[in-house]
């Protein structure tokens, strides 16, 4: 596949204005929608028609792949015409935006462009004010084929985070490639110094006690208390509970259809980085969730996350009171009587299969939920391997 970081931004599809005295209105230049100076996960869609043709692809001179239904597409192309789509870019920081440059889907079978639309801006991604023309939402004419870019210049700068583009007719289907122009307002560290993950990311990586990771795991709940509830999943042999961060929109419910993920660290309880990682990604959810970060609100709205810092918290803490000087290899690995958790998962498939076998599926034996044998709960059970 061909990756269209060819093909420049050009100066001669300007059109000029009146009225342009103002040096603070002068034109911006182009955020980065082409140059991938913007990432993907800054822009977002209301829909897409294929992954080929996601919101990724929306930007300016994007090349297709060589064939049709390509998995690199040329444009980015919206599922169904018949709701209000749109495409949206986070510019991470506040941005004076200046315009936009539209363009058609690249396609040798296609007759794909946006003829009109209008264009929304935003500070959190939740709230949209529209641009108007003073009257009524103002509506921008696009493209007239599908090749050529066009330049729409906002009569007055818009100062924001996000901007959205809202087609409201179009030849062909919804598809359109994309440059935004932009200032940023803001130096670049202020939204990255604090949330992003980059190089330079200042961490406060340090070990967390047990007490320390209740707190931790108390104030991100605090922070952020309509996405995440704690809860136990049992106490470990020495009494400690086993917590577990819930991360969804809806905290607490299972959602019909929506799918559920759980990261557990600490089954080994000296083997300590698994713990760390976990507590730095709530904290980094959380915090992106309320900065409006879309990839994120997209998991968090999407899916029941599950994180299970430490499963064997005795074994951390046995390993920590003798620290790494004292203790070797093994103490704090297993659990107090010696299991290996990590491989000690009591083997359900041969139950199901059997019971499958046998016919007993799922009237006799349900397949969504099956209960541990008893043989591994019994109080004589001894090391299994
Ligand atoms: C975004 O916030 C800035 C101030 O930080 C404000 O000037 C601007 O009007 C806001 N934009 C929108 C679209 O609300
Ligand atoms: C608009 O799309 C149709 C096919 O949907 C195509 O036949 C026509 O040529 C297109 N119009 C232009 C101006 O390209």
Redesign the pocket.
Known sequence: AIVGCSGTWRKDFHRTRIGYGDSNARECPPIGMESHRIEDNQIRASSMLRHGLGAQRGRLNMQAGANEDDYYDGAWCAEDDSQTQWIEVDTRRTTRFTGVITQGRDSSIH?DFVTTFFVGFSNDSQTWMMYTNGYEEMIFHGN??KDTPVLSELPEPVVARFIRIYPLTW??SLCMRLEVLGCPVTPVHSYYAQNEVVATDDLDFRHHSYKDMRQLMKVVNEECPTITRTYSLGKSSRGLKIYAMEISDNPGDHELGEPEFRYTAGIHGNEVLGRELLLLLMQYLCREYRDGNPRVRNLVQDTRIHLVPSLNPDGYEVAAQMGSEFGNWALGLWTEEGFDIFEDFPDLNSVLWGAEERKWVPYRVPNNNLPIPERYLSPDATVRN
């Open positions: 007759d007239v084929d030849n062909g």
